[in-house]
């Protein structure tokens, strides 16, 4: 069945470093990939997605790319902000959502 | 516009009692899953809604868990005897079709369920 590894947090970085965080995903067929996204207090809603290969995900200065080759989804952004502090959650799909572990992001002013 | 809303928002039970919890998704979303998250791990899969079938129980972790859905809307998650390992956070999702048909799923803010 389908799997999704994305790295341990937390993360903590200083406001504008540059963020990734890696996923890698094991999948029969061709899933949709997605990062959610869970600020504190609030529910799980969609950051970013891509439904095919080499397709780039993109919202709030996020971005990913669908990398078939790697089997990887990995998320990044140029210069975080206190605001982007949140657990991230990267998933596949056929025709239900298998998530990472999630990974918290702690960014300092 | 309403989201899917999950009632109750908390529930504090005793070990071995009955707990119900429901999810109103959005109206119109044919697709239906529940999740659940304990602290500080990821999202586990439990169970999927196609309308009002449930193709995929494969998550659900034991046969004190249990889920129906009716009239292609309301869903109710209900646990008998209760165990304190099921305390958790319950979220519901609700979609336009399913994922595979690339309809973002939307969720609720879940049900905090602690068990005493």
């Known amino acids: 069945g389908n799997s999704v590894t994305q790295m341990e947090g937390p993360v903590t970085l200083s406001e504008e470093a540059f963020l990734t965080i890696n996923c890698t995903y094991t999948?029969?067929?061709?899933?949709?990939l997605f990062w959610y996204v869970q600020y504190p207090g609030e529910g799980l809603q969609l950051l970013l997605k891509?439904?095919?290969?080499?397709d780039k995900g993109s919202n709030k200065g996020f971005e990913a790319t669908y990398r078939k080759e790697t089997t990887s989804f990995h998320l990044e952004k140029g210069s975080v902000q206190v605001s982007d502090s949140a657990v991230y959650f990267c998933?596949?799909?056929?025709?239900?959502?298998?998530f990472g572990s999630g990974t918290r992001l702690l960014v300092r002013p | 516009g309403a989201g899917v809303s999950q009632s109750p928002s908390n529930k504090v039970t005793e070990k071995g009692k009955d707990v119900e919890l429901r999810c109103d998704p959005i109206?119109?979303?044919?697709?239906l899953y529940w999740y659940r998250q304990r602290l500080g791990q990821g999202l586990e899969f439990l169970i999927y809604?196609?309308?009002?079938?449930?193709?995929?129980k494969s998550g659900l972790p034991s046969d004190r868990f249990s889920a129906e859905r009716t009239g292609e809307s309301v869903s109710t998650l209900t646990i008998q005897r209760t165990q304190q390992e099921d305390s958790a956070v319950y979220l519901c999702?609700?979609?336009?079709?399913?994922?595979?048909?690339?309809?973002?799923?939307?969720f609720g803010n879940g049900t905090r369920l602690t068990v005493t």
């Open positions: 999948a029969t067929g061709y899933p949709s």
């Open positions: 998933a596949d799909s056929s025709y239900k959502l298998i």
């Open positions: 809604f196609q309308g009002n079938s449930a193709p995929d």
């Open positions: 891509a439904t095919k290969a080499d």
């Open positions: 109206s119109g979303h044919t697709a």
């Open positions: 999702a609700s979609s336009f079709r399913g994922s595979s048909y690339n309809s973002p799923l939307h």
